[in-house]
Structure formats: structure tokens, C-alpha cells
């Protein structure tokens, strides 16, 4: 098998694995990364919403929120780990498209 | 190390955009010259590796979490550059669709992981490898080296970078307007830990990928040498 197809293979285990991402925080009740929080959390630890942060922290309404469906938050871990591996599936799909036109497009000879 | 809308002002969130857009224009010029066709495989590869490393986010118990970037094993074998368009694709893809790093944050966030993390990753690997053979020990180590030092700096930047803010901007009676916390705080939560344990996350999965390509196909390690610049 060539070295690419192996390295592929590497990425679909990943792609299936990626559940512990969620599951290993959880279990040790870690919470986001620093610096992550959103308006409120913040708010709940300075004692107030920093107003710029109020304003510009819902400047962009992604479609998967926390590689997540919108809706979900309150769904179970088995729920959550479903929706973060079709994010998973659904984000590469999109980047190795995109990589690809990028390395077509500067390796075209003219 | 993902930096949400919010948490950098205009100042710096514009001067990080204005940073990045001749470093990417570089990118494309090095890469077009550099990059061969049967490396396409490999540069969309590297910016899938990146992307789902990130998704293992790895807990300090009872803490925050971090992850892995991924963007120091893609330098080593594809060159920093197009490692830097790798891992903005891969940033870009994650702030668009699922809110992970701000829209505004783009720039200093590519700064961070697509610019710093990958080039100062390569040059120590470069440095430490010397003239070693492709399949020795030493360069093994050297990309676990590599890998913790390049980190560990993109880490510390965004530091300065959160840190810098109530300096930058605050109301009149001393109210934070964007990230609430100082340098010293923020550069002390960023930096211990990706130094404690995310770190070490990115040491293991490039001395990993390092090791498994030196014995099954070594040519992939080699293939970048001169596409540095």
C-alpha cells in the first residue's frame, strides 16, 4: 500500500477516535480552553462583561457551534460525540477540497 | 490557543489581518515555485492532519484543556510555507463553520499557529537535525524538540497577544473592553499550559509520524529540503 493511502487511513482513525476529545475533558471536569469563554462565563468570573467582548462575541453565527448541531448543547455526551464526528467528517471533507484546489492552482504550469 | 471574536480589539485584531496578508502573498509565491505536483496529496493531508489534531482537546484535571496543532510535523515535511497555508486553511475551515477562533481573530490567530508555530518548528528541527542521516535517532528528537519549542512560542504570543488588550483598551473607570486579563496573567495561563501538558501533545504526535515515515518511507521527510526559501 502506497504511504499516502496509510497516511489517509491514519486520518479516518483519527476522524473516529475524535470522541475522546470531548470524553477525556469531561471525565476530568476540565473546562474550555483559556481565553475561550464565552460573554457570559466571563462575566460570571470578572464580575463584569467586558462591553467590546458583549458586542463582538456574537459577530459570527457558525453553523456546527462547537462542532456541534445548534439545539444540542443540553443532548448527552453520546449525542455530542455523534455531532463532533460528523463535524469532523464534514470539516476535512471541506479543507482537503479546499488544500487541494490551492495546490492545484499553484502547481499548474503555464 | 484559539483566540474568539471578542477577546482582541480593532487595533489588533486589524494589525494581525494586515501582518498576515503579505506573509500568506509570500506563501503562495514560495509554494507555486516549490511544491510539486505529486505533493498536492500531501499538503491537503497536512491541513486535514491539522485540523483534526486540534479536535483532541486534552485536559489539565479539574482545569482548562488544550490540543495539539499539528503544524510543526506538516513543516518538516512539506517546508514552513506551505505548511502555513496548510494550517490557515485548516484555521479558516474552523472559524467559518464551527465558530472555533473569531472572524476577526483570523489574522492573529494564522500569526500564531500558521506563521510562528510552523516556521520556528522548522528552523530548530533544521538546526538540531544538521547533517544527520534521514533515518537517525537525532532527527527523531529533533522534531520532538521542535515541536514542544514551536508550540510553546505560538503559545506565548498569543499570550502577549490576549494580554495586551486591557492596555490597549479600557473605559474610563478601568473596565476591560475586550480580553478582561493583563499580560502577566494571560501569558502565565498560556504559556504553563502548553509547557505543562499540551506541549507535549504536539511532541508526541510529530516524533510519532517522524519515526513511522523514517521507516516506511523515508523519501516524504527529504521531499521538502529547499523548499524553504
Known sequence: MKTITKLWIGIIILIII????????????????????????????VGYVPQGLEKLSELWKAPFPDYAFKGWEEKGIMHLSLAYIFSAIVGICVIVALAWFIGKLLTKKE | MHIPDGYLGPVTSGFFYVVMLPIWAFASKIVKKTLKVKQV?????????????????????????????????????????????????????????????????????????????????????????????????????????????????????????FGLQPLLHHTATGQALYCPYGLKTAVTAMCSGHLLVFGWVEVLVTALVVKYLQKRDPSLLIGCEGNQL
Open chain 1, 18 to 45: 475524535t470522541p475522546l476529545g470531548l470524553l477525556l475533558p469531561a471525565h476530568f471536569k476540565a473546562g474550555s480552553a483559556w481565553g475561550e469563554w464565552g460573554a457570559d462565563e466571563v462575566g460570571k468570573v
Open chain 2, 41 to 161: 496529496p500531501l499538503l491537503a493531508i497536512g491541513a486535514a492532519f491539522s485540523f483534526v489534531i486540534m479536535m483532541f482537546n486534552v485536559p489539565i484535571p479539574g482545569g482548562s484543556t488544550g490540543h495539539a496543532v499539528g503544524g510543526v510535523l506538516v513543516a518538516i515535511l512539506l517546508g514552513p510555507w506551505a505548511a502555513c497555508i496548510a494550517v490557515t486553511v485548516a484555521l479558516v475551515v474552523q472559524a467559518l463553520m464551527f465558530g472555533d477562533g473569531g472572524i476577526t481573530a483570523i489574522g492573529a490567530n494564522c500569526f500564531n499557529m500558521a506563521f510562528v508555530l510552523p516556521f520556528v518548528g522548522y528552523y530548530v528541527y533544521r538546526i538540531l537535525s544538521g547533517n544527520s542521516p534521514v533515518n537517525s535517532n537525532r532527527r527523531v528528537i529533533a522534531a520532538g524538540i521542535a515541536a514542544y519549542i514551536g508550540i510553546n512560542v505560538a503559545a506565548l504570543i498569543a499570550g502577549i497577544e
